[in-house]
């Protein structure tokens, strides 16, 4: 047999660090986010007797949150949603409703005893105020049907569709709903109405959401006069930093994603995302990149709140160290992340690539540039080593790179992204970068065609030039008489001459 | 008439002004080939040493400079590391980089939007320890390269260990260099006759008419020897694209 104690707070709050702090009472803490707010749920099976019974045990929570100033409504039941119901529905339904029945047993909790104030435990926003009191409802084993009767619907944590429908039609109360034929309610309500009403009679078993601490990496600082200094702004930020890299270095976590938010007197905040190459928990190279964005900032005032938080992470990858190693110091490729990572943050992800080869004939469609930071999603992102040897990319890049072998020098080092027209065709000199050429010698064609089913996108020569698109070009290797080569073409649809690339 | 005595104490004196003049290296760096075997012969060291800048001046467009200097980026990345080249004009093929011998793994390009990063962006990754070499042309879009900057990026270089070739127009020429090595080039026109009949259009396909080219470099500078020296350099793409495979 479960018990479940539900929590909920008066007022909406930070419901993560409270979800941590009633860890103490019991290793099962979930929250549930059902409207109207979050309330936290404690799987209290078999650790009541520690606490002095059930009633002990809530006793301690709710006095214990109270001197945090929390007002909070509690209830223990057999299942989730009855504990939840009961909590949130008994006392909203009229003051009366709950008391008047036998089975549920309730205490009105006073806080006599003054605040008492403790570092580092949540506290209520709503500061000193008259205290309001806490109360709790206890439901006893196996009374869980008769403590639901008199509730509303909502009770149920239906969704909101569901519970209007309810209402309209004049079904108010779990006892009314009870009264109807099991049978016709899935068609008529849809399946969650069943499904929620068994969950909360304990028909059907529900999980625990539990809560699992220590996956957010996030640190926070308010100074306690506002920064207006850079340096000190960054001095935060290197303070952040290290307790981030502490918090991640526990885990066994590197960053893959950085956040950095500036709160500022004046303004709207601040905020600076930063991507990393490979998971890193090295501090002093997490400053150097929010250093070098935060050089290009304009900050509207002086700070008054600095957050550093990494919201994607990816298991840290151990690096072996050489136990004999002779003369040079070995390059490794991985070892160009931190470069890769300061390169891209300053310049932008789309600006430092890798090359991808493609099999295309034509030549501006033969590669692809790939950004080497990619833009990762909040959350479960998985790191993949992007300059991997082995992987099938790099078999066919290789593959293509031998075939490439035979047919380097037939490829300019240099290509003009858009194809030059020559005004003059072939043989008359050749204009163009301002001089006059006189071809020399000339190797070629070489005859480069695509599938007609890229369409007729487009013409070369004109304003804006689709590159997808059906071509047909005879392309020579031309020679001055200066012996400069460049790589023109002849267009087959229309007979015009184009410059393409150059041998530089 | 120089006595023996004398010719030993010149030869002495000679090796103690190359011996000045080398100045500061980093110690383990070693000399990698150039990728042509008449320019090494004529480098003190057999080829160019990592933590250096070269210089590769040629005079206007399609003179093949950029094929030399990725065949010494080649040879200097063979040791393992990353190739950078910083191009601002967005014009690099990176097909014929990789037909070169690059290999793809090893190649990162960055696109810098302006001067600063370009320079930044070049000074960055001479710094950097794991980056075997740095290709970028540091005049392009009509900026030039402050002797300020080149002094920065020279000291990049040596913090670095990697190599950094730096392709220039040959108005540089006047300019004052940090690079070890300053090296004109010019190409020369090949001496056989044209092909009348097309070349073979399958790649790889034997022909009779090698595709080779030439250039006469001039060595403008180099560290350790006197200035002046000048050699042929030549490529055949239908043997193999990289110069001279020792």
Known sequence: MKRILCLTF???????????????????????????????????????????????????????????????????????????????????????????????????????????????????????????????????????????????????????????????????????????????????????????????????????????????????????????????????????????????????????????????????????????????????????????RLERLRIAGPVRHVRLAAPATAPLQPRPQELFSEGLPRRRLRDLAGLVDRLSNRLGQHAVVRVRLVPDAQPEMAYRYVPLVKCRRLGGAKCVPLLRRSSAFHKFSTACSKQWHTTAAQRPLRLLTTPLLLPSGLPLPLWFFGHAHRIAKTWGPERIETGWWRGQAGTIGHQREALVGMVRRDYYRVETSTGCRFWIFRDLRDGRWFLHGVFD | MISQTQSVRIEALRQEIARLERGWRPRKAQATSSGCRTLDAILPEGGFRGGTLVEWLADGDGTGVATLAFAAACRACRSGGGLIVVDQNREFYPPAAIGLGIEPAQLIVVHPQNKADHDWALDQSLRWAAVAAVVAWPDAQGGTLAGRTFRRLQLAAEEGGGLGLLIRPATARSLPSWADVRLLVEPLRDPRPSSLVPASLVPGAPSHHGRRQRWQGLLLRCRGISAGLSCILEIDDETHPVLDLR
């Open chain 1, 10 to 292: 008066a007022k909406p709050c930070d419901i993560e660090p409270l979800a941590q702090w009633c860890m103490r009472f019991s290793p099962s803490v979930g929250i549930e986010s059902a409207p109207p707010a979050a309330s936290l749920l404690l799987d209290i099976t078999g650790v009541a007797h520690l606490f002095g019974g059930e009633a002990g045990l809530v006793e301690t929570i709710l006095r214990e949150l109270a001197a945090k100033r929390f007002r909070v409504q509690a209830a223990v039941a057999d299942t989730i949603g009855a504990a939840w119901g009961v909590a949130h529905f008994s006392r909203a339904e009229g003051g009366a409703a709950g008391c008047q029945l036998s089975v549920v047993s309730c205490q009105l909790q006073r806080t006599a005893d003054p605040p008492t104030r403790s570092a580092g435990t949540p506290r209520c926003p709503d500061g000193p105020r008259t205290l309001h009191p806490s109360s709790f409802l206890l439901v006893p084993a196996g009374q869980t049907l008769p403590a639901l009767r008199p509730l509303p619907v909502e009770a149920l944590r239906l969704p909101r569709a569901v519970a209007v429908l309810l209402r309209e039609l004049g079904i108010r109360r779990i006892e009314q709903l009870e009264a109807l034929p099991r049978r016709e309610l899935p068609p008529r309500f849809g399946p969650e109405l069943l499904e929620h009403w068994d969950r909360a009679v304990g028909r059907l078993d529900e999980p625990l959401p539990l809560y699992r601490p220590g996956l957010r990496f996030a640190a926070g600082w308010s100074p306690e006069v506002p920064l207006a200094r850079r340096e000190a702004i960054e001095a935060g930020l290197a303070k952040l930093a290290s307790r981030l890299s502490e918090m991640l270095c526990r885990a066994g976590r590197g960053a893959v994603q950085l956040e950095c938010r500036l709160e500022c007197t004046a303004g709207d905040p601040l905020e600076v995302s930063v991507g990393l190459f490979h998971p890193t928990a090295w501090a002093a190279h997490l400053v150097q990149l929010l250093a070098v």
